[in-house]
């Protein structure tokens, strides 16, 4: 267990609706990172936040965006959903202080665009 | 290597062998790695690190070895288990930074009891 918890684990959406995943990272993880791995693809990093601010971003459009809450709880945001966005969504944490970059992975939101 | 398409690059071997996965890097910057492994279902889940100061590091029935010369990192596994299927994927990262990893695409290891 990573203690890491991400709701909802499966979704299905029509093209152009929007779409919010949460995700919950154990006490002490201030750092999450949102990514997005396609069927038979490596995860590819969306955003990162650290404190509430976003401190890194991937190669993903505007429509993307995210949230960080000081209880560890943090959102994913894509609107205008488009068919390639159906993917395994994962979100990840790492601990306040960490010298290694070790990533806390919960095990995912399938979404599907139809 | 990296293969066209959806289709992973597959190790089949049968239970008790000794595994050896292979990642090829694509930045010269990059200078720490992590091995993870993702089961069916599940987030990646973190198996070991190495820095670039060192070319070997050992852990409980792994050993990663990495060649900087020709930007390749290798992840063995030792006498491995049915338990030991899951697709493994490479992260380079330059440290200092924000330990944002980039993952490889995978490959798929499959164990036959």
């Known amino acids: 267990e990573t203690g890491v918890t991400q709701s909802p684990t499966h979704l299905i959406k029509t093209r152009g609706q929007q779409v919010t995943l949460r995700c919950s990272s154990q006490?002490?993880?201030?750092?999450v990172s949102w990514y997005q791995q396609a069927l038979g693809q490596g995860p590819q990093f969306i955003f990162q936040?650290?404190?509430?601010?976003?401190?890194g971003r991937g190669n993903f459009p505007p429509r993307f965006s995210g949230l960080q809450f000081p209880n560890y709880s943090s959102e994913l945001n894509v609107n205008a959903l488009e068919l390639d966005d159906s993917a395994l969504y994962l979100c990840?944490?790492?601990?306040?202080?960490?010298?290694?970059?070790?990533?806390?992975f919960g095990e995912g939101s399938r979404l599907t665009v139809l | 290597g990296e293969s066209v398409g959806l289709h992973l690059p597959t190790l089949s071997v049968q239970e008790g062998d000794n595994s050896i996965i292979n990642c090829a890097y694509s930045?010269?910057?990059?200078?720490?790695f992590i091995w993870y492994k993702q089961e069916s279902g599940k987030g990646p889940q973190f198996i070991i690190d190495i820095r670039s100061n060192m070319d070997k590091r050992q852990g409980q029935r792994v050993t990663v070895l990495l060649n900087k010369t020709v930007k390749h990192l290798s992840l063995q596994i030792a006498a491995t288990q049915p338990g030991d299927s899951a697709v493994y994927f490479c992260?380079?990262?330059?440290?200092?930074?924000?330990?944002?990893?980039?993952f490889g695409r995978g490959t798929s290891l499959i164990v036959h009891p």
């Open positions: 006490s002490g993880h201030n750092t």
């Open positions: 990840a944490s790492r601990p306040t202080g960490s010298n290694t970059g070790e990533l806390f």
């Open positions: 930045n010269s910057a990059s200078d720490y």
């Open positions: 936040y650290y404190r509430e601010e976003e401190n």
């Open positions: 992260a380079e990262n330059i440290s200092g930074g924000s330990y944002i990893p980039t």
